[in-house]
């Protein structure tokens, strides 16, 4: 498992390729283009997390590298939804096939369920053609991983993201990946799992808030399972929280984020 981010990028760059064979990237932008020209609003994900009280970010993840299949027969047109109803501030929907058992038409699909709150595509992005991919799909803000991009790259990534009406949010992990702050993503995420060795502590977001800006969107992602994680995370900073296994390895994902919710919040007093 000690090298698997490197495997995922390999297989990534062959599977580009093999979309662009199978619909040009000429064809594929002239179907951006005629979305775009619709004029549809593309939600706020930032927006959505700095307005929240809750912020939690639920997550369509059917499978992970590390766990294997968490619910193989999830589907897209139920537990998205379920999410939106039960009070998730934004929707994160994995696109990786290989390894996460997901793929674009679960964001489609899950548009078309009634999903009206922003959602983020989920996956190893590191080719313009898959923005252009995210836009098609209906998502409203990418993810951009700071291990797997050089600087130079990720900024030209995040800037075609913008032309395309997608915001960032920029996944970083340690304290060297967090020069990559400057290049002004919407949303500065900490990811608490090492992506080489898949080993999970929550206390990295801890140790690495104080070094965001202090008006950044601070998303903290991995590893939460439980309501006081999140409430001391919003003491120190942080805005936004995406958790999927937690919610996902449930017999019905909405419900078990509502009661987590609902325990985040602060209490009346008696």
């Given at each position: 498992?000690?090298?698997?981010?490197?495997?995922?990028?390999?297989?990534?760059?062959?599977?580009?390729e093999q979309f662009k064979?199978?619909?040009?990237?000429?064809?594929?932008?002239?179907?951006?283009?005629?979305?775009?020209?619709?004029?549809?609003?593309?939600?706020?994900?930032?927006?959505?997390?700095?307005?929240?009280?809750?912020?939690?970010?639920?997550?369509?993840?059917?499978?992970?590298?590390?766990?294997?299949?968490?619910?193989?027969?999830?589907?897209?047109?139920?537990?998205?939804?379920?999410?939106?109803?039960?009070?998730?501030?934004?929707?994160?929907?994995?696109?990786?096939?290989?390894?996460?058992?997901?793929?674009?038409?679960?964001?489609?699909?899950?548009?078309?369920?009634?999903?009206?709150?922003?959602?983020?595509?989920?996956?190893?992005?590191?080719?313009?053609?898959?923005?252009?991919?995210?836009?098609?799909?209906?998502?409203?803000?990418?993810?951009?991983?700071?291990?797997d991009l050089k600087k130079?790259?990720?900024?030209?990534?995040?800037?075609?993201?913008?032309?395309?009406?997608?915001?960032?949010?920029?996944?970083?992990?340690?304290?060297?990946?967090?020069?990559?702050?400057?290049?002004?993503?919407?949303?500065?995420?900490?990811?608490?799992?090492?992506?080489?060795?898949?080993?999970?502590?929550?206390?990295?977001?801890?140790?690495?808030?104080?070094?965001?800006?202090?008006?950044?969107?601070?998303?903290?992602?991995?590893?939460?399972?439980?309501?006081?994680?999140?409430?001391?995370?919003?003491?120190?900073?942080?805005?936004?929280?995406?958790?999927?296994?937690?919610?996902?390895?449930?017999?019905?994902?909405?419900?078990?984020?509502?009661?987590?919710?609902?325990?985040?919040?602060?209490q009346p007093l008696p």
């Open positions: 498992m000690s090298d698997i981010l490197d495997e995922i990028i390999a297989h990534k760059r062959i599977e580009v064979k199978e619909l040009s990237f000429r064809d594929l932008a002239a179907k951006v283009e005629k979305v775009m020209d619709e004029g549809a609003v593309v939600p706020s994900m930032r927006g959505a997390l700095m307005a929240s009280d809750s912020g939690i970010i639920s997550e369509f993840k059917r499978k992970s590298p590390s766990k294997g299949w968490i619910k193989e027969e999830g589907r897209a047109d139920v537990i998205p939804l379920s999410y939106q109803e039960n009070g998730a501030s934004a929707l994160s929907i994995l696109t990786d096939t290989k390894y996460f058992g997901g793929c674009d038409d679960f964001i489609r699909i899950a548009r078309k369920s009634g999903v009206t709150i922003p959602v983020l595509y989920k996956n190893f992005v590191i080719d313009e053609y898959q923005l252009y991919q995210a836009r098609l799909c209906g998502a409203s803000a990418v993810l951009l991983i700071a291990a130079s790259e990720c900024r030209d990534l995040l800037n075609k993201a913008h032309d395309l009406q997608l915001e960032v949010l920029l996944e970083m992990h340690s304290e060297t990946e967090l020069e990559y702050v400057v290049l002004g993503p919407d949303m500065c995420g900490i990811n608490n799992r090492n992506l080489g060795t898949f080993i999970t502590k929550v206390e990295n977001s801890f140790r690495l808030a104080e070094l965001l800006p202090k008006d950044a969107c601070k998303v903290s992602e991995s590893g939460i399972s439980e309501p006081n994680t999140v409430r001391e995370l919003r003491q120190a900073g942080f805005n936004g929280f995406l958790i999927g296994e937690n919610f996902m390895k449930t017999e019905e994902p909405g419900k078990a984020l509502k009661a987590f919710i609902e325990q985040t919040l602060p």
